[in-house]
């Protein structure tokens, strides 16, 4: 059976849920398509309904007429013909909403529209469009369940007309009319109000809700009084002033049209508990036992969600009505007894315990965790329209290769049912209707939450974020590194931007070991995490490796988790000068044929916990090759060697999903794993470039050396790169004549098992356009993506986006520019974004030069050049590549005859690439001033091949690139002076001289 789900556009006010119904009844076919859940043997209308079903103007009961009325245009089982809906006759009350279950037999793409008229019913009255819900798709699909608002007075009809063109039919059941009365207003809170809460202490507090339009609220608590009026929504919200912790309930008063009252209030400090499984895991499931001694201190909010995720489920109209903000979390505040703790979660009770003791004040969590979901579904709509990944992600979550293959899949079954032909989205402001599905768990828990006052977030997410193992989900670890680190940083900036607090603190606990072959990913992925802790002010990471089960996704002793996360809190945030974090990497130094490595957080000194030598690291030279080495503990640092790599570059310490890790600091925390280097890994090769595309890529019209992969395999250096070229001219992604997956090129380039695909292929596609069609396009796309995926490296796979520019004078795709070029160009953007595709922008460097264009399509050699420097300097800022940069020289007052291009003999500097790769001084620095490091920015598509140099004058003339010089803003002094160059950070000085 194949689902068809349309979410309705509807805004349900939060007070029409308590109008009156004034009818149901039931009415499905008789030839059983439908058959599943609303299946009954009552087929037809019958008295008994509560609803009076007539047809025609004269009022006739149609007792006998039965479903898929086939009259051409309008084709339906309700209101064919003059059938309607009779709803109180008399007027009394109206309509309010209509709510349905239905299921289609369509052949067609079409719509069904809810109509309604308080005309007589005499041949000529007019139906007016209640709403009008778009179909597409084939046959079938299973119930789905609506709600239409109407919001008639009088005596109102109405119809449901099912538009097909030629053929179909509906199926409707379980059909509810409310009637239109408004009922007596009444006073309402947020639901994160009720009974036995604890509000933040220490700073001001919101209370928050809703009434009548400009109705007086009053809300008193504690001795305070505040008052306020609801606005035109009839939303209101007031700020309670600043209060100490206090552990005797007191009761909140909030009277506006009715009174409500919360009792059993504390004050004290309020959490927020998110992530999936592992924060879900309950304190029944944990290995170690509660705490009763803080149970008058905690109160614990656990919000469950009320439709389950399981592979086997497939979404009925019951679980789609329950995936709504008011439906899908269900929980309220407990008071904590050996009873109600059991079901908490069991990392967010010890952490609540953990600070509990320490700070003697009550603590309330509120826990929104969701097993196996992913971090994007708790970001907002606006997070996901700050990247086309992610905006990809949440407009087509069944397309997208970025949510990975658990959460993928899953989502792909439940609402789906694995075909996606009948599936419409119709609100696209709106997530999809899944736990998993992006945005989602923001829509129906954060919306919530976001206007309540906590203190900060606790965080334990990550595994499905993680697993990129499978099939057409295979990806590069440092494709994932980069890509996670962006989504986490994206959750955080949302959060804080919804909390209202610029640095709201964020506690998150990275993954602990594991042994699973779809776990190999999770080094990549713990990196991240580092990467984000380190970078975002206010977050934190607790570091909990070894607390991981080998053969368990789901470990059950939480108790170290959610102290380590309270000692980060304690030490953060209440002032607890304790060590909260294992060693973490600072840096490292080379000397001879040693690493020394840095780290912070060294508390009481390095230990090695279990004596011996400390384990799990590795070294490489500039090989890439790491092999196991002897890490010895001195002092504050770590020694690093090994006897058959005499001139070390790199280190690796516990890169494995499953490391056994013994390097702590005295306080017994434990280290994470890190990298020195951000390489991509050949093991036993040389890096595998592969290069396809069209005739750009082939080189059409420049010699076999100034093709772009030839100049960037020179780029690259050949110590550990290979660069293959399998361009073919004329072939597009869907171009039917020439198709790049029926080339000989193709099926090399998989057989190759690329560790790095660059693809520029897309412009000829614009010549079979009577032919081409999105969809299609995307087929193909997929498919060409998946396989290089599937083919044995699981490599970077980069897209030109937006393609090289055509000029003025050519012909061969309209001229001046055809204009379906900007269509197919936001095919290949979205196409490559659900792929999870790099994108590499190839039109901004090479506008503006038609001299590299003689044909005004293909490049020379020059242009050919600018294609693979800009590709090495996205490849190097991705894939950390092997150049080095020193000053080897420099001359003040010039008299080596060298001139610049005005003919002066300015002051010079030569850069020098010492390295066995290229080096790409894109956003590097030159200063002569160590109080100013940023004072000149190396230019962009600055590219020095290994062994070679360029000369910059010093000549303050601060050109960008003239003539193939570059000019500094600053001048050399002839008495001495500093002079550095510094890396992209502006910090990080990579050579200097001084006096």
């Not at 009818?23 to 008994?48: C, L, M, R």
């Not at 050996?338 to 979660?345: C, D, G, K, M, N």
């Not at 709201?504 to 190999?520: D, G, H």
């Not at 030159?926 to 940023?934: P, Q």
Request: aromatic letters at 10%.
């Amino acid at each position: 059976m194949k689902l068809q789900y349309t979410l309705a556009a509807l805004t349900v006010s939060s007070l029409a849920s308590h109008a009156t119904v004034v009818s149901t009844t039931s009415f499905e076919t008789t030839d059983n398509f439908a058959a599943g859940d609303h299946q009954t043997a009552g087929n037809n209308v019958t008295a008994a309904d509560g609803a009076i079903w007539t047809a025609g103007p004269a009022g006739v009961f149609a007792g006998t007429w039965t479903g898929q009325n086939l009259t051409g245009a309008q084709s339906t089982v309700i209101g064919n013909a003059g059938h309607y809906i009779t709803v109180d006759a008399a007027g009394a009350a109206g309509v309010g909403t209509i709510d349905f279950s239905w299921e289609r037999y369509t052949a067609t793409n079409g719509s069904l529209t809810v109509q309604w008229t308080t005309d007589l019913l005499d041949g000529g009255e007019t139906w007016t469009d209640a709403e009008t819900i778009s179909i597409a798709g084939g046959a079938g699909g299973g119930w789905a369940s609506e709600s239409v608002e109407i919001n008639k007075a009088g005596d109102v009809k109405v119809r449901l007309i099912l538009a097909t063109g030629t053929t179909g039919g509906a199926s409707f059941d379980d059909i509810t009319v409310n009637d239109g009365t408004a009922p007596s207003a009444i006073t309402q809170l947020g639901r994160t109000f009720a009974d036995h809460m604890v509000l933040q202490r220490n700073e001001p507090v919101k209370i928050f809700g809703v009434d009548a339009a400009s109705q007086a609220i009053s809300v008193s608590f504690a001795g305070q009084v505040k008052n306020t009026t609801t606005d035109a929504q009839g939303n209101w919200e007031i700020a309670l002033d600043a209060m100490t912790a206090n552990a005797t309930g007191q009761s909140l008063v909030v009277t506006g049209s009715t009174g409500k009252t919360i009792t059993d209030v504390l004050i004290g400090e309020v959490w927020l508990a998110a992530g999936q499984s592992n924060m879900n895991l309950r304190v029944d499931q944990s290995s170690t036992s509660p705490h009763a001694a803080t149970y008058p201190l905690i109160r614990m909010c656990n919000w469950e969600g009320t439709v389950a995720t399981g592979s086997n489920q497939v979404y009925n109209s019951t679980d789609f009505g329950n995936l709504t903000p008011e439906n899908f979390y269900a929980g309220t505040w407990q008071v904590m007894d050996a009873t109600t703790v059991q079901a908490q979660s069991a990392v967010a009770y010890f952490f609540a315990h953990n600070l509990a003791t320490d700070l003697n004040v009550p603590i309330g969590i509120v826990d929104t965790s969701i097993g196996g979901t992913s971090t994007e579904a708790y970001l907002s709509p606006a997070a996901h329209a700050s990247s086309l990944h992610l905006t990809e992600a949440f407009e087509r979550p069944h397309l997208c290769r970025n949510l990975g293959q658990w959460t993928g899949v899953r989502l792909f079954k439940n609402v789906y049912n694995n075909n996606v032909a009948n599936y419409t989205h119709a609100d696209p402001a709106k997530p999809h209707l899944h736990p998993y599905a992006p945005g989602f768990l923001y829509y129906v828990g954060i919306s919530h939450l976001k206007d309540f006052t906590f203190k900060g977030a606790i965080w334990y997410q990550g595994e499905s974020n993680a697993e990129f193992t499978t099939g057409k989900y295979q990806i590069n670890g440092n494709r994932l590194s980069d890509y996670q680190t962006e989504v986490m940083k994206t959750l955080i900036a949302d959060w804080r931007t919804a909390f209202g607090k610029p640095n709201f603190p964020f506690y998150m606990v990275q993954l602990p070991l594991i042994n699973a072959p779809n776990r190999a990913m999770w080094p990549y992925y713990r990196e991240a995490q580092a990467r984000v802790a380190k970078d975002v002010d206010g977050c934190e990471l607790a570091t909990v490796i070894e607390y991981g089960a080998a053969g368990d996704v789901h470990p059950s002793n939480k108790e170290p988790v959610g102290e380590r996360l309270a000692a980060i809190a304690r030490a953060n945030q209440y002032g607890d000068a304790i060590t909260y974090s294992g060693p973490v990497y600072r840096s490292h130094t080379v000397s001879g044929n040693t690493i020394i490595l840095e780290f912070d957080h060294l508390g009481a000194g390095l230990v090695d916990n279990d004596g011996g030598s400390v384990r799990n690291f590795e070294i490489s030279g500039k090989d890439r090759r790491f092999v196991s080495a002897t890490a010895t503990i001195a002092g504050n640092t770590i020694v690093v060697t090994a006897a058959g790599v005499p001139n070390p570059v790199a280190v690796r310490h516990a890169w494995d999903m499953n490391p056994d890790v013994d390097l702590f600091n005295g306080d017994g925390f434990s280290s994470s794993s890190f990298r020195t280097d951000k390489w991509i890994i050949a093991p036993g090769r040389t890096i595998r470039v592969a290069c396809i595309g069209d005739s750009i890529t082939s080189g059409y019209g420049v010699a076999p050396t100034d093709k772009y992969p030839a100049q960037l395999q020179g780029i690259l250096g050949t110590s550990n790169f290979e660069v293959r070229n399998f361009g073919r001219s004329g072939s597009g992604i869907y171009r039917v004549s020439n198709r790049y997956d029926d080339s000989t090129q193709y099926t090399e380039a998989v057989a190759w098992s690329p560790d790095v695909v660059i693809c520029n292929l897309g412009i000829n596609d614009i010549t079979g356009w009577n032919v081409s069609q999105h969809a299609a396009f995307e087929v193909e796309y997929f498919q060409l993506v998946d396989t290089f995926a599937q083919s044995g490296s699981t490599p970077l796979f980069i897209q030109w986006s937006n393609l090289a520019p055509l000029y003025l004078g050519q012909a061969f795709y309209q001229d001046p520019m055809n204009p379906n070029l900007v269509i197919l160009l936001d095919w290949i953007r979205q196409a490559a974004a659900s792929t999870n595709s790099i994108l590499l922008d190839m039109e901004t460097p090479l506008l503006g030069h038609p001299e590299w264009f003689p044909d005004f399509i293909h490049p020379n050699a020059a242009g050919a050049r600018e294609i693979a420097e800009t590709t090495f300097c996205l490849l190097d800022s991705i894939a950390e590549m092997d150049g080095k940069a020193e000053i080897l020289e420099f001359l003040t007052l010039n008299t080596s005859g060298i001139q610049d291009e005005d003919g002066a003999f300015s002051d010079w500097i030569e850069l020098t690439n010492t390295g066995t790769g290229g080096l790409c001084l894109n956003d590097h620095y030159l200063s002569n001033d160590l109080a100013n490091l940023r004072q000149w920015q190396i230019p962009s598509s600055t590219v020095i091949e290994p062994g070679n140099t360029i000369l910059v004058f010093a000549s303050s003339k601060d050109r960008a690139v003239n003539a193939a010089a570059l000019h500094t803003n600053f001048t050399l002094l002839d008495s001495g002076g500093d002079l550095a160059l510094v890396a992209p950070d502006g910090l990080t000085i990579l050579d200097s001289f001084s006096p």
